[in-house]
């Protein structure tokens, strides 16, 4: 079983910073990408940020510039540096992984439990 565990989300004012963590745990062979995505009342799940175990990355154009996505791949751990942050960045955030299992010796998509993300004055 693979575990995901998501950190850092809560109440920000408009133009401040947050960052959140998600760290792996479990039968973990392998990680190849993992991401941040959002999902805001009334509103589908959207990607945010995804980055390969090379490190290649890829942003949505509504947080180009202002959100980072890093990973520590000894920790199995990534990272969402949110800067300048306005209300509609307000969501659940979700921690995505895809892993390659030791147990199973398959790769699949897990996900964490959600942080929320509020941003207001």
């Known amino acids: 079983q693979v575990q995901l565990v998501e950190s850092g989300g809560g109440l920000v004012q408009p133009g401040g910073s947050l960052r959140l963590s998600c760290g792996a745990s479990?039968?973990?062979?392998?990680?190849?990408?993992m991401g941040w995505y959002r999902q805001a009342p009334g509103k589908q799940r959207e990607l945010v940020a995804a980055i390969t175990s090379r490190g290649s990355t890829n942003y949505a154009d509504s947080v180009k510039g202002r959100f980072t996505i890093s990973r520590d791949n000894a920790k199995n751990t990534v990272y969402l540096q949110m800067n300048s942050l306005k209300p509609e960045d307000t969501a659940v955030y979700y921690c995505?992984?895809?892993?390659?299992?030791?147990?199973?010796?398959?790769?699949?998509?897990?996900w964490g439990q959600g942080t929320q993300v509020t941003v207001s004055s």
């Open positions: 995505n992984a895809e892993v390659r299992s030791i147990a199973t010796m398959t790769t699949g998509d897990y």
């Open positions: 479990g039968s973990i062979l392998r990680i190849n990408a």
